[in-house]
């Protein structure tokens, strides 16, 4: 059994995005919103799977320039880019929509 902590005005709650979902705060702050672009697939292995969800492959993938010159390999590195620009946007939304008063991103200045 887990005991939460009771909620207190004056507390600063810190998480991770993917634990704030289906909460709401008054005051939300969002720390280096800059980095790499939306479209980063995951690094480690690649794992190509069919219609039904077996997996067909999976594949240490060599650098992006070799693979885009196979058309199986560059096929499934466009479909993990657009998967992962996918979650990178969901996510996105899940942090600026917790706040209920102000909401704060941290950027740098251009």
Do not use: Q
């Amino acid at each position: 059994h887990r005991v939460r902590e009771a909620e207190s005005a004056g507390v600063v709650r810190v998480m991770t995005i993917h634990k704030s979902k289906g909460l709401g705060f008054d005051v939300v702050l969002l720390p280096e919103l800059e980095g790499g672009g939306l479209d980063s697939p995951r690094e480690g292995l690649a794992v190509a799977r069919d219609g039904a969800g077996a997996v067909r492959w999976v594949l240490d993938l060599p650098p992006s320039r070799f693979a885009a010159a196979d058309p199986v390999l560059a096929a499934h590195l466009a479909a993990a880019r657009e998967e992962s620009a996918f979650e990178a946007l969901s996510l996105l939304y899940v942090a600026l929509t917790r706040a209920k008063r102000g909401l704060y991103a941290v950027v740098e200045p251009v």
